[in-house]
């Protein structure tokens, strides 16, 4: 069955330090790899995307996110977060089998401390 | 730059009333997606419209629900009878491409 799975339900940093948030999906081959970010409230705003090439993509808000087909991984990074970065974050795959629809992850709540 | 908007932005409704939930597009896009997120759930697909017709929907979307460009420009979602269980967001997405989703804000629909 196609799935994407975010391990971690809530993760906190401290305000400057760097983030990372796993995100796994189930498919042979490579599907099209997005994160969204959502803040309270508010509707679901596309980080960046991998669709082919450089397996390493950058996205807006300093965000970045590899694709490693050997682990069947697409995590996201920020070297350094800003507190306006505390929301919660989704991992999507589509295209192949998937269609043309996006299967999403559970998500990560993410909370910053100064 | 342009953005997917949704109207209403909160709709609340009794069991068994109809709602039809509001989208507007990025003009240049072709493909049409509706889907929900129930409070503490993931986001989940409802069905995707292209070229003036469905080309898919999931299990979810039954008879109940309905989809159409009713103006060449506004892209609607239908509920005929809502359950108690319809509350939730209802997020309207739209792409250029077929792999490409841009989001509005969402519809919050209770039913009581």
């Known amino acids: 069955a196609q799935s994407v799975t975010q391990p971690d339900i809530h993760i906190t940093v401290s305000e400057g330090a760097s983030l990372e948030l796993r995100c796994n999906y189930s498919?042979?081959?490579?599907?099209?790899l997005f994160w969204y970010v959502q803040s309270p409230g508010q509707g679901l705003q596309l980080l960046l995307k991998y669709f082919s090439g450089d397996t390493l993509v950058q996205g807006i808000k300093g965000f970045e996110a590899e694709f490693k087909r050997s682990q069947s991984s697409f995590n996201l990074r920020k070297p350094s977060v800003h507190w306006s970065d505390a929301a919660e974050y989704f991992c999507?795959?589509?295209?192949?089998?998937?269609?043309?629809?996006?299967?999403f992850g559970a998500g990560t709540i993410l909370r910053v401390k100064s | 730059e342009p953005e997917v908007t949704q109207t209403p932005s909160h709709q609340v409704t009794q069991m068994g009333q109809e709602v039809i939930l509001r989208c507007v597009p990025i003009?240049?896009?072709?493909?049409f997606y509706w889907y929900r997120q129930i409070l503490g759930q993931k986001v989940e697909f409802l069905v995707s419209f292209y070229n003036n017709e469905i080309s898919e929907k999931s299990e979810i979307f039954d008879d109940q629900f309905s989809v159409e460009r009713p103006d060449g420009s506004n892209f609607t979602l239908k509920i005929r009878s809502t359950k108690l269980e319809d509350s939730a967001m209802y997020f309207c997405a739209t792409g250029q491409e077929y792999y490409e989703q841009y989001f509005g804000p969402g519809t919050r629909l209770t039913v009581t």
């Open positions: 498919y042979g081959a490579t599907p099209y």
């Open positions: 003009s240049n896009h072709l493909y």
């Open positions: 999507a795959v589509g295209g192949g089998e998937y269609g043309n629809k996006l299967v």
